[in-house]
């Protein structure tokens, strides 16, 4: 079930003593698993209401904004609960290390997933954290056409080298396509999943 405000009521927080639910938390586009805590209905609640992922924490017996110290904050792509209702899954998207060791899972496990995934986030990364030194933030602000164009002259390059038979420059203008592509998305406010939908309804 997909919790949305109006199914908040269905989830069965009455089942714990305590009126806390475990919410597992994953990686919307790694898949990763980053951690888990807990939420009654008002972590629920402001979660739904923030976009940010908040918890009950049990030890300081309040509510609890992932990030509210470190600012990596987990933003908040769906919750959805189990068959009993009783148990929540939370896609998100983090915006650094998510345990408080400084690793980016409370298992110590890295939150990589595929390389374009991790190309992906390095690239938003960049969008919403400007860097002069960094090419992908120049890029960026210099305005969508130029982000658009660059993705033209590219696709034109490597059509180029399509003609031929060097294997080692045709995938490099290969792979400066796919980045640029990439950018673009980033540049749009989408991502690599949101056209992993599309090719998925296509295929169905």
Not at 137 to 147: D, E, H, P, W, Y
Request: charged residues 25%; proline residues 3%; contains cysteine.
């Amino acid at each position: 079930m997909l919790v949305s405000p109006n199914k908040v009521a269905e989830l069965n927080f009455a089942k714990s003593p305590d009126g806390l639910l475990p919410a597992i938390v994953q990686d919307a586009t790694t898949r990763v698993v980053l951690m888990q805590g807990y939420m009654n209905q008002e972590a629920v609640d402001k979660t739904l209401a923030t976009g940010k992922v908040t918890f009950f924490s049990r030890s300081k017996q309040r509510l609890w904004t992932k990030g509210e110290t470190s600012e990596n904050y987990l933003h908040l792509v769906s919750i959805s609960a189990d068959c009993d209702k009783d148990s929540l899954l939370i896609q998100a998207r983090p915006d650094g290390p998510t345990c408080h060791t400084g690793s980016d899972t409370c298992w110590g496990e890295a939150n990589q997933g595929e390389f374009l995934d991790h190309l992906e986030r390095t690239i938003q990364h960049r969008r919403d954290s400007p860097s002069e030194k960094s090419y992908t933030s120049q890029l960026l602000a210099r305005g969508i056409n130029k982000v658009a164009q660059k993705v033209g002259e590219e696709a034109v390059e490597l059509v180029i080298e399509a003609k031929d038979d060097d294997r080692d420059l045709f995938l490099g203008e290969a792979a400066d396509l796919m980045y640029h592509y990439i950018v673009l998305l980033a540049a749009k406010g989408y991502s690599l999943e949101d056209v992993r939908e599309v090719l998925r309804s296509r295929h169905k």
